[in-house]
């Protein structure tokens, strides 16, 4: 059984950074595309980025100031977030889908990062 944990939330100030970092384990790590995703309070939850091959994509909201990579030794997918903003606030979930499928299967438990202006 795939499981995925996150770390690396906190608090940071508007322009600051943070990586979090998404360990997963229970299956063959390369064979997923992994995605990071966020919930605010109120909205629903959204795709941040993902990571599939050596292609991502990003949401519009994030291009040009997060990055999604991943170390297929460390089985660990990461989200360096650069020139955060208040409205980056939420809760952060990794995700994991073996290629092909089109919902992802797996998630996190979330972590919080916060964004103080």
């Known amino acids: 059984q795939v499981q995925l944990v996150e770390s690396g939330g906190g608090l940071v100030q508007a322009g600051g950074s943070l990586r979090l970092s998404c360990k997963f384990s229970?299956?063959?790590?390369?064979?997923?595309?992994m995605a990071w995703h966020r919930q605010a309070p109120g909205n629903e939850r959204e795709l941040v980025a993902a990571?599939?091959?050596?292609?991502?994509h990003y949401a519009d909201s994030v291009k040009a100031r997060f990055t999604i990579s991943r170390d297929n030794a460390k089985n660990t997918v990461y989200l360096q977030m650069n020139s955060l903003k208040p409205e980056d606030t939420a809760v952060y979930y990794c995700?994991?889908?073996?290629?092909?499928?089109?919902?992802?299967?797996?998630w996190g438990q979330g972590t919080q990062v916060t964004v103080s202006s």
């Open positions: 990571g599939y091959g050596g292609a991502t």
């Open positions: 995700a994991a889908k073996p290629r092909g499928n089109r919902d992802y299967n797996y």
């Open positions: 229970g299956s063959s790590f390369s064979l997923y595309t």
